[in-house]
């Protein structure tokens, strides 16, 4: 199987400051790749640079492009990158309100990034809306509602279906359940461990949370002082944890 | 008339006016493109109309008719003070008539007279940027005028389409010029958006607030955006003019007294004298 990204010897400076240094791994289709670590330990730094939100100091990203194969995304030209982040992929932001666009509603939002591709027939995309907000277990009664008056849940799984309108291959999730009570994030985390399942979708996603990870994540990279001290299986980094600071971590979850 | 003792001709000085068409040149090379301009201050405030008269003060010359209209009209306060400002400063002759203007100042509307070659329709522009109301930051909607990305115009006709089941934008009705750029016609009806589709005359657009000035060459092509499945319309009205009697014009309506009574009437004042005088009626008149 090719693989999806590749990512090599990758680094972020802020001036003297370490963003995130030396990371390397591979993704395959359809992988769902966790990345854990305390606050400030480079998480969002990487997603950023993986997802060319932010131009690493060094390093490479390459991505497997539908037309010609294992690309450095930064040798693309701008407006390429541009297309393909709204099209191959997806991202989900921390906060809703950073990935939707709160003064259209719902239905324009999931349709953005249709038209964007140039979908001109109105009844087409709306169709596509109310089948996307149906995916995402929202009424699709709520579809012409302004997404401000969704609770955070509503929020969050909006901006999924927005996402993922266009069939992406690769969506970067940040922190996606955080801000949502126990009981929305379960059927969030639910839904989208269904949805990646079904559609076969390739994940990175950035939590604090190890229950997150354990139940969405194949893989696992812990992440420390901006390098990676840990990598391997979910289950096996979770249950035998080798690092010092990755055996801290398992040992602080509070027990129910 | 001779003109202001103290003043250089059409108020401007030359080096500002040699700025501006340059600007102009450069508006007029890329269709729809706006170009930034030194905006200067003008002895009226914005929203008046500064960054129109600007460009007509660059266009200017001692042999031009120019014809100055405020939603149509030739006669109300704006374009009265407008015409008396040139008049005084430069000194050339004004009209009311569309067809002896040679220079149209305009905000609202495009007279509904055919226009013909060598004219010039200048548009006073409040907001240039038709992207501004779903992109904030102008640096972004730059990006998104030079990669062409406008997915997110679609999504306003979309929004109005949920909201009122048809394109409920009436006016600053967003259009593609020569298939490229995206452009804010400003605040004129739809209904004059066809009329500058491959028009004659040559069309500039000036704002002096936001510093920009775009153009329409000659016999380009404007398009309005829309929908395959709900295409651009124009208004149109169960009544005719009850002046002149004219099915094919843009109307206003207009209160009477308060017992209810409203008539509808021409909002081109030109357009509708000409065709009063050529004996139409209206059943205002027959009445």
């Known amino acids: 199987m090719n693989k999806l990204l590749q990512v090599t010897d990758l680094s972020k400076n802020y001036g003297s400051r370490i963003g995130c240094e030396g990371v390397a791994f591979d993704l395959y289709p359809g992988e769902v790749l966790g990345i854990v670590g305390e606050s400030g330990s480079g998480k969002t730094t990487l997603l950023r640079c993986l997802s060319a939100q932010l131009e690493p100091s060094a390093g490479r990203i390459a991505y497997d492009m539908r037309t010609q194969g294992l690309t450095d995304i930064w040798s693309l030209s701008e407006p390429e990158r541009r297309m393909l982040m709204r099209t191959d992929w997806g991202i989900v932001h921390q906060n809703a309100r950073d990935g939707l666009r709160m003064e259209v509603s719902a239905g324009a939002n999931v349709g953005e990034r249709l038209m964007a591709v140039g979908a001109r027939h109105y009844g087409n995309i709306r169709t596509e809306a109310e089948d996307w907000l149906t995916k995402v277990e929202i009424d699709t009664g709520r579809i012409d509602d302004l997404p401000a008056t969704f609770s955070g849940g509503m929020q969050q799984r909006l901006q999924i279906a927005r996402n993922l309108v266009t069939q992406p291959r690769l969506v970067f999730m940040d922190e996606p359940t955080s801000g949502l009570d126990v009981s929305v994030q379960a059927r969030l985390l639910d839904l989208i461990r269904t949805l990646v399942n079904r559609l076969g979708i390739a994940c990175v996603i950035v939590t604090h949370d190890l229950g997150v990870v354990r139940l969405l994540a194949h893989r696992l990279m812990v992440m420390r002082r901006g390098r990676v001290v840990e990598h391997g299986l979910t289950d096996q980094v979770l249950d035998d944890p080798q690092h010092p600071y990755t055996q801290l971590l398992v040992s602080s979850i509070l027990p129910v | ?287």
């Not at chain 2, 905006?39 to 014809?67: C, F, H, N």
């Not at chain 2, 040679?102 to 055919?114: A, F």
């Open chain 2, 1 to 287: 008339m001779s003109t202001a003792q103290g003043y250089n001709f059409a108020y401007l000085d030359e080096q500002t006016k040699r700025m501006i068409r340059r600007a102009i040149l450069k508006a007029v090379a890329i269709p729809g493109y706006q170009v930034p301009f030194g905006s200067r201050e003008m002895p009226l405030p914005y929203g008046w109309g500064t960054g129109g008269i600007q460009v007509t003060a660059a266009i200017l010359g001692p042999d031009d008719t120019l014809k100055v209209i405020d939603q149509g009209a030739d006669d109300t306060t704006n374009a009265v003070n407008i015409r008396s400002f040139f008049q005084k400063t430069a000194g050339m002759a004004t009209t009311d008539r569309t067809r002896e203007a040679s220079i149209i100042q305009t905000r609202h509307r495009i007279p509904e007279t055919p226009l013909v070659e060598g004219q010039i329709m200048v548009y006073q522009v409040p907001i240039p940027e038709p992207l501004r109301w779903l992109e904030p930051r102008e640096g972004e909607t730059r990006k998104m005028h030079g990669l062409a990305e406008y997915g997110v115009m679609q999504v306003k006709l979309y929004e109005d389409i949920a909201h009122y089941g048809h394109i409920s934008t009436a006016y600053d009705y967003p259009v593609r010029v020569n298939g490229r750029y995206v452009m804010s016609p400003s605040p004129i009806p739809k209904f004059d958006n066809p009329k500058m589709d491959n028009s004659p005359a040559l069309q500039l657009f000036g704002a002096g607030r936001e510093k920009r000035i775009y153009a329409i060459p000659p016999y380009t092509r404007v398009e309005s955006l829309d929908f395959e499945d709900h295409p651009f319309q124009i208004e149109s009205w169960d009544q005719a003019c009850a002046i002149c009697g004219s099915a094919d014009s843009y109307l206003d309506e207009i209160v009477t007294d308060d017992k209810g009574g409203r008539m509808f009437v021409c909002s081109d004042t030109d357009y509708c004298g000409e065709r009063v005088a050529a004996g139409h009626t209206g059943e205002e008149q027959a009445a």
